[in-house]
């Protein structure tokens, strides 16, 4: 892809994701860490004791804001999408596989 120095690009780009839920439906950022079923965008701070996101806004000190955990049967329940989370966000197109339209 040729680039002008200095000057902006705009392009469009696609990419596949996995979107993960709970068994009860919810939205989830991993359901198995054991088998790897954890969405890509996941990340950890703070030795990995801070659970957060690549989409994450700052928080305290620069870091990532913090994911929240509810119910489920990991340890210490689900981890929880925050409101940012572009895979859940309002208004988000998703493409099925067995969608016949591009």
Same mark, same amino acid.
């Given at each position: 892809?040729? =680039? %002008?120095?200095?000057? !902006?690009?705009?392009?469009r780009?696609?990419?596949?994701v996995?979107? #993960?839920?709970?068994?009860?439906?919810?939205?989830?950022c991993?359901?198995?860490?054991?088998?790897?079923?954890?969405c890509g965008?996941? =990340? %950890?701070?703070?030795? !990995?004791v801070?659970?957060?996101?690549?989409?994450?806004?700052?928080? #305290?000190k620069g870091?990532?804001?913090?994911?929240?955990?509810?119910?489920g049967?990991?340890?210490?329940g689900?981890l929880?999408?925050?409101?940012?989370?572009?895979?859940?966000?309002?208004?988000?197109?998703?493409?099925?596989?067995?969608?016949?339209?591009?």
């Amino acid at each position: 892809m040729a =680039r %002008t120095s200095g000057a !902006g690009e705009r392009v469009r780009l696609e990419t596949e994701v996995v979107r #993960y839920r709970t068994p009860d439906g919810e939205p989830t950022c991993a359901v198995d860490f054991e088998a790897g079923e954890v969405c890509g965008y996941f =990340r %950890t701070q703070r030795m !990995g004791v801070h659970e957060t996101c690549l989409f994450a806004p700052e928080d #305290y000190k620069g870091f990532g804001e913090r994911l929240l955990r509810q119910g489920g049967s990991l340890p210490c329940g689900y981890l929880v999408p925050g409101s940012w989370c572009p895979l859940f966000a309002a208004g988000v197109t998703v493409k099925d596989d067995d969608d016949d339209t591009d």
